[in-house]
């Protein structure tokens, strides 16, 4: 399997908390790492790093093998695509012309989206259980509604790297599981690569193949998530003691 995504030796600061120290890892096609870790240790700041959007203070980030500086933003966004927390929608536009949005990576300077590309946005709404509402405007959405149409931006990108800021926020939980397991096809099938902050350790149990812990102060654990996710490991994340359970052959995990 061809890398992805490396890490060397990464240092993420921001302001006086330390997120990473030393931290290294791969993430080979089609594999999933889940990031989990208590609100304020800098989930996002470290994805927003993994995506090039920041500096790191030190360390290195390739992808496809080769860093940010070197692939340049056009061709960073072909191989990598970020969906952030929030979703600023300042002009009005209907839900087909923002999953449109992710063709413009591939698109030249001055070209305009043509029939493959409305094809790929109107595939990328039905695999989200959008199809039908391409005319609808973005304001008339509901918060779930919207996060799955940005879920259908990124997919519309295409990109070889997904990094997923709560992809889960504002679902309810038959979205939940349906977006994880869309993920999890892609990675399967297509050989994408998923990094995804998720905040239910069950369902990174689930849909994940590597967890990627941040207990803050620097402190990071990253490993297959049978190694990775354990009742010691995320009592010692979370604060709060945690047991293990088993269903048959299936672990998940319960306050303890």
Not at 18 to 36: D, S
Not at 140 to 168: C, F, H, K, N, V
Request: glycine share 12%.
């Amino acid at each position: 399997m061809s890398t992805l995504l490396t890490v060397i030796d990464l240092d993420v600061n921001i302001g006086s908390v330390r997120v990473a120290a030393g931290l290294g890892f791969e993430l080979a096609a089609g594999e999933r790492l889940a990031i989990l870790g208590r609100n304020g240790t800098g989930k996002t700041t470290l994805l927003n790093t993994l995506a090039g959007l920041r500096a790191a203070e030190s360390g290195s980030i390739t992808v496809c093998g080769e860093g940010y500086e070197a692939l340049g933003p056009r061709r960073a966004a072909q191989l990598r695509g970020l969906l952030p927390q929030g979703h600023i929608d300042a002009f009005q536009s209907t839900v087909l012309e923002t999953a449109l949005i992710g063709r413009h990576p591939h698109l030249g300077r001055w070209a305009w989206e043509g029939r493959e590309d409305e094809r790929i946005a109107r595939e990328a709404l039905a695999a989200v259980d959008l199809a039908g509402l391409g005319a609808r405007e973005v304001h008339t959405l509901s918060g779930g509604e919207r996060q799955r149409l940005a879920i259908a931006a990124l997919l519309a990108q295409q990109p070889r790297l997904y990094l997923l800021d709560e992809p889960l926020a504002h679902l309810d939980l038959n979205h939940q599981i349906a977006v994880l397991e869309l993920l999890s096809r892609r990675a399967r099938e297509d050989g994408v690569g998923i990094v995804m902050v998720l905040h239910d350790i069950n369902l990174a149990l689930r849909h994940a193949d590597r967890a990627l812990l941040l207990f803050g102060e620097g402190r990071t654990l990253e490993g297959p998530v049978a190694a990775v996710l354990t009742a010691e490991s995320l009592s010692r994340l979370y604060g709060h003691p945690l047991r293990e359970m088993r269903d048959g052959g299936a672990r998940y995990f319960v306050p303890g």
